[in-house]
């Protein structure tokens, strides 16, 4: 059975701070991982993960996938309250295009 | 454009009524997905449609069936609601060229009480 574990599964921090989000995973035949964001309403897209080591960058957040180790981390620098959400991490694996997901990092940004 | 829709945002059931979300893409994907999401525990798989006419058991489908009308449509239907089925859904589609990543519809908040 596929796994995907997320940590921590809550922090609080002020603005200004850098995080390092966790995300480690057990599948079969992985193919991607992906970061989405969810403020109150529906998970938003920031990131699709493939290869080892080459970073993805928008903005303040970055991710970047070790595929030997089975983790990626997904980090903000100079946060802002507006940084607070759930932060999903989740994983395509095997021939269909189902995903599965952690259980999400609850952020909060404290001014 | 409006991606991914739901209706209704809102329903409240009494345990054993039934109802059906309803789910429309207009992006031409050939997958979709319903989810639930209860406090703490992520998103949940209940079914997925990898393609018109075919569907597929999730992680958690009990209480639950779907129907995938045309390609641009997902419903999903609780035949005898019950207060465990309390939970906002969420529906998402999947397509062509970034295969893997997931539109998702701003979600339906479902109270049985």
């Known amino acids: 059975e596929d796994k995907v574990v997320q940590s921590p599964l809550s922090l609080v921090v002020h603005e200004g701070d850098t995080v390092t989000l966790n995300c480690s995973y057990e599948?079969?035949?992985?193919?991607?991982l992906l970061w989405y964001k969810q403020e109150k309403k529906a998970p938003t897209f920031l990131f699709m993960l493939?290869?080892?080591?080459i970073e993805k960058k928008s903005g303040r957040l970055s991710s970047i996938l070790d595929k030997k180790e089975l983790f990626s981390i997904l980090n903000i620098t100079a946060t802002q309250t507006g940084d607070s959400a759930i932060y999903l991490c989740?994983?395509?694996?095997?021939?269909?295009?189902?995903?599965?997901f952690g259980k999400g990092i609850t952020l909060s940004v404290r001014p | 454009n409006a991606g991914v829709t739901q209706t209704p945002k809102f329903q409240v059931l009494k345990t054993g009524q039934s109802m059906t979300l309803q789910c429309a893409q207009d992006?031409?994907?050939?997958?979709m997905y319903w989810y639930r999401q209860d406090p703490g525990m992520g998103l949940r798989l209940i079914y997925y449609?990898?393609?018109?006419?075919?569907?597929d058991k999730g992680e958690v489908p009990n209480g639950y069936n779907v129907s995938r009308l045309n390609k641009r449509e997902f419903s999903l239907r609780l035949e005898s609601a019950a207060p465990s089925q309390t939970s906002v859904y969420f529906c998402?589609?999947?397509?062509?060229?970034?295969?893997?990543?997931?539109?998702f519809g701003p979600g339906t908040r479902l109270t049985v009480t």
């Open positions: 998402a589609s999947s397509g062509a060229g970034a295969r893997d990543e997931q539109y």
């Open positions: 599948v079969t035949n992985f193919r991607s």
């Open positions: 493939t290869s080892s080591g």
């Open positions: 989740a994983v395509a694996s095997g021939a269909n295009s189902k995903l599965t």
């Open positions: 992006m031409n994907h050939n997958s």
């Open positions: 449609s990898a393609s018109e006419g075919t569907t």
